[in-house]
């Protein structure tokens, strides 16, 4: 009985009502916010209000503008987080006052003055030395669809890593070299999943990252790139420890 009447408390009532429960996801370069969906469904039945970001990948400055528009229509603070180049991307938009915590997923993390190209030449990544990034005569990347799938997403089932392949979102390659002006990580705590099997970022340079920010840090043994769609329930439990963690 005393259990229950302290959960009744009123000061429990004001932390639920200050608790952050809105999450913003952010896709990477050659993907688009659907793959989302797995992580989107269990935070959403968790009771989370998720907003998706669809960056047009035509210019880092674009996409930054994306994620700061989707942020400007949530009600209260925000927990933001994103994959792969998104990292780069919520690492500056991180920095708007409404967002409470920053979550990279097998991520890139850069600090003011860097860009994710530079810092992926510390841990150079099975993609990098492959070849397997192609460029369009107006310069925009995507990778051999070939070789999306052992690279990309290799533990998801070869249909759905042929889809993906087959529907990429072509990225402007400049976005790869655009230098951070202010790291949120910086100010705002974070949290890194490392993906163990990656081979589009080296998982050696997101421990790095993750190291430098003292991000809290959750490993996923054998998991690919593409760990936000082939282990859900691991990358919604890092987005919903952050969630909790910053509410007060």
């Known amino acids: 009985m005393l259990c229950a009447a302290a959960l009744s408390s009123t000061p429990h009532l004001q932390a639920q ?3 952050v429960k809105n999450i913003v996801l952010v896709h990477g370069a050659w993907a688009d916010g659907s793959g989302w969906k797995g992580v989107y469904n269990i935070l959403v039945k968790d009771g989370y209000t998720v907003s ?7 210019s880092f400055q674009a996409d930054v503008t994306a994620v700061k528009r989707t942020l400007a229509l949530q009600d ?3 927990i933001l987080v994103a994959h792969s180049y998104g990292g780069s991307v919520i690492t500056e938009a991180g920095t708007d006052p409404s967002v409470a915590g920053l979550v990279y997923i097998a991520a ?9 190209g530079d810092d992926g030449k510390r841990f150079p ?12 005569p107006d ?3 995507y990778i051999d669809p070939a070789q999306f799938h052992e690279l990309f997403a290799a533990d998801l089932p070869s249909n759905q890593a042929a889809f993906m392949a087959r529907s990429q979102v072509l990225n402007f390659a400049n976005n790869f070299s655009a230098t951070i002006t202010a790291a949120a990580w910086r100010t705002k705590p974070s949290w890194m999943l490392v993906a163990g099997s990656d081979r589009t970022i080296n998982p ?6 993750a190291k430098r920010a003292h991000s809290h840090t959750v490993e996923v043994a054998g998991a690919s790139h593409c760990v936000y769609l082939s282990h859900p329930k691991e990358v919604a439990d ?9 509410s007060k």
Do not use: C
């Open 204 to 209: 050696d340079l997101e421990r790095w990252y």
């Open 139 to 141: 310069g925009f990347t």
């Open 76 to 78: 209260g603070p925000s």
């Open 17 to 19: 009502q200050s608790a």
């Open 52 to 58: 998706i970001v669809q960056e047009p990948e035509t």
């Open 108 to 116: 890139h993390m850069p600090d003011a003055g860097e860009n994710e």
């Open 238 to 246: 890092v987005i919903e420890s952050a969630a909790h963690a910053v």
């Open 125 to 136: 990544s099975d993609l990098a030395k492959s070849g397997a990034i192609k460029k369009t």
